[in-house]
């Protein structure tokens, strides 16, 4: 889950670098000498991904959702072993021949239980990647928004920066707005 959290703030970046290409000016005129200084934002992409109701509310739904996965597999591994421990009682009174087919039996359920405990998570891993674009998307439009009333030519993200002033701090009026605006994300439903 940090892995993809990680490679979500990644793709965060990338979206908060395009949103500040796209109200750069035209660099043509930057050759001009009366041209102002360019106006830059900072955006810590990694913060509105922490901080931000949208994201909780996401990684709760996701955690309840791999409990009850859990809870579900949990039976059924429970089933698995209580079926191994009456098949090992079973040994003494069962022929060669029916014992190895009884244990093939189990061997092809337990294979099928892994089959299917690396498909949910697959399906989990997908609907929280489906779930994280509604949050980049309200992001990125409101990092377009607060750049456009800013004017800032150029939004770069905070890990790109060492050093910056805290007037060109972006963050915190974008979790704000995120939360005005996005206070729960749907969760695409997991398919069996």
């Known amino acids: 889950m940090i892995l993809q959290v990680t490679a979500c703030a990644a793709q965060l970046l990338r979206l908060a670098m395009v949103v500040g290409f796209?109200?750069?000016?035209?660099?043509?005129?930057?050759?001009?000498?009366?041209?102002?200084?360019?106006?830059?934002?900072?955006?810590?992409?990694?913060?509105?991904?922490?901080?931000?109701?949208?994201?909780?509310?996401?990684?709760?739904?996701?955690?309840?959702?791999?409990?009850?996965?859990?809870e579900e597999l949990r039976k059924q591994e429970d089933a698995l072993r209580a079926a191994d421990?009456?098949?090992?009682?079973?040994?003494?009174?069962?022929?060669?021949?029916?014992f190895a087919e009884k244990r093939s039996q189990l061997e092809q359920q337990v294979s099928s239980l892994q089959r299917q405990v690396q498909t949910r998570r697959k399906e989990l891993d997908r609907v929280y990647g489906e779930a994280v674009k509604q949050v980049q998307g309200a992001l990125v439009s409101i990092a377009q928004k607060i750049a456009s009333e800013r004017q800032l030519d150029l939004v770069l993200p905070k890990t790109a920066v060492v050093l910056v002033r805290n007037d060109m701090e972006i963050t915190d009026e974008v979790i704000k707005r995120l939360n005005e605006t996005l206070t729960e994300v749907t969760v695409p439903s997991v398919q069996n």
């Open 22 to 70: 796209l109200v750069m000016p035209s660099l043509a005129s930057a050759q001009d000498e009366t041209t102002k200084p360019a106006i830059i934002g900072v955006l810590d992409t990694q913060q509105v991904l922490r901080d931000s109701i949208a994201m909780r509310s996401l990684s709760q739904q996701i955690e309840a959702r791999r409990n009850n996965f859990q």
């Open 85 to 98: 421990q009456e098949l090992a009682r079973q040994r003494s009174i069962l022929s060669p021949e029916a």
